[in-house]
């Protein structure tokens, strides 16, 4: 700590971040502070017909003496169609306050959608980055039922061209919630598998962040602290799934590296993941998965004295054999071949990947070459081991 910090940009707010067991019963209070008159709830399908369903519309009507809206976001990644449904339904409803409650899937399509109520027009024209939007009055309030995207806190969403395996991108300060609601009491009945990909998605933003280019002084202590609470939570969260204290750290974990990765960017898994969905539909967390050991083993010699801290949040002697070891604890250690099976997709993916701006924020700079060593790498399930790559 002798030398003069490094320049940096950091984004902070004043939203607030909520954590409770049992929290989602301050909904009520947080909406009469609020004053709000006209509720609607977005909600994953998952919920649908839910007790958690109940008690929210049962929350809504009695703090506002309304009737809730609810849509429910279908399971899939969403697309241009989602959030243009989700958008019909808000701009009848014309709400002052929106309550998101899901994984990224509904939390991405209720920012969206609510950013082209106050920004109409297509919804393809809203995304990008740069551009500057008019605020929708609203009070958005997003509650987690997943530790994984962290959406809840980030400026940013994703979704997919409908129709097509373009996967869009919007970012603005307008889509931040204003406040985050964790409660892991939520996350209890999410499928396994989903606490295992989601989870990972969470570890591979907490890692990115940390070893950006654009990481800082302000972003790392929120990625190491994400690194250090999923390595030793998630594999509990996993096989504990009503594990209190294990769902509590990793919601609060995938919170702090959102809040890391919105000003310190991400990095070369992002920059595979992305396609990976949008031309072979591999869910996003197991896209991470897939692609994270063998990128930290990749970047390993250019992470400084990143390398040592990384390594040691994972409890072993170097990342990519500490990420390599999570990801078999959770069950995912398996081969890209399953996803994509010839060498002509495989060779479209690194073309696609080395497009991703997140190419720029990793610490070794790829080349072509190196995509497709990495991507020849993740064909290999490595029990556990450091993954073998040909560079
Ligand atoms: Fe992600």
Known sequence: MQEAPQPFSFVHSNRRVISAWGGIDKLTDLVKEAG???????????????????????????????????????????????????AAMLAGANPDLIVAIGGGSAMDTAKIARLLLSNPGSTEAISGFGKTFKPHASLLIAVPTTAGTGSEVSESAIAGKANSDIKLIFRSPEMTPQIALLDGSLSVSAPAMVTAASGYDAVTHSVEAYVSRASSVMSDPFAESAMRLLGRWLPIAYREPTH????????????????????????????????????????????????????????????????????????????ALGLSRLRLSLDLDLSLDGFVATDEAREK??????????????????????????????RVPTGGAVPGLAI
């Open 349 to 378: 993916v690194a073309q696609a990947a080395m497009k991703s701006g997140q190419v720029r924020m990793n610490p070794r700079q790829a080349t072509i070459e190196d995509m497709r060593a990495i991507l020849e790498s993740m």
């Open 244 to 319: 209190q204290a294990a769902r509590t750290w990793c919601l609060i974990a995938s919170c702090q590296a959102a809040i890391a990765f919105n000003s310190a960017n991400l990095g070369l898994a992002h920059a595979i993941a992305a396609p990976l969905g949008a031309m072979h539909h591999v869910p996003h967390g197991l896209a991470n998965a897939l692609a994270l050991p063998a990128i930290a083993a990749y970047n390993e010699a250019s992470m400084g004295p990143k390398a040592a801290v990384v390594a040691s949040a994972f409890g072993t002697p170097s990342a």
């Open 36 to 86: 709000v008159t006209r509720p609607v709830a977005v909600m994953d399908a998952f919920f649908k017909d839910s007790e958690l369903a109940a008690r929210i519309l049962e929350m809504l009507h009695g703090a506002t003496g309304a009737r809730p809206s609810f849509h429910f976001v279908p399971a899939h990644e969403p697309d241009t169609d989602t959030v243009e449904a989700c």
